[in-house]
């Protein structure tokens, strides 16, 4: 799977996709209601760390497959919404 841009990117994808929602609805929630910010600190700088792989790992994708700018684009857009690597997934990826 890691061979190829499109693995590469679905398991980048997938991580950063993690990343994000544990970022949101476990390490903020502790930070804001049980005064523990440590968890922000470390599970933020992860997912910002995926989240610049998977920019880069879907640029990479769409000019190695010859993708229209509309798909990279909506990767981009999926980068910044809670499940929405997940489902660029499933809806772009599957198919290549």
């Known amino acids: 799977m890691l061979r190829s841009t ?7 994808g997938w991580l950063e996709g993690a990343s994000y929602l544990l ?4 390490a903020m929630p502790l930070k804001y209601a049980m005064g523990h910010p440590e968890m922000v600190e470390v599970v933020g700088m992860a997912h ?18 010859k ?5 990279l684009f909506a990767a981009f857009i999926s980068s910044v919404l ?5 489902v660029f997934d499933a809806r772009f990826l599957k198919e290549d």
């Open 6 to 12: 499109i693995g590469r990117l679905r398991v980048v």
């Open 23 to 26: 970022l949101l609805f476990i």
């Open 48 to 65: 910002g760390i995926l989240f610049v792989l998977f920019c880069a790992a879907a640029t990479h994708a769409a000019f190695a497959n």
């Open 67 to 71: 993708w229209p700018i509309t798909r």
């Open 82 to 86: 809670p499940f929405g690597p997940f």
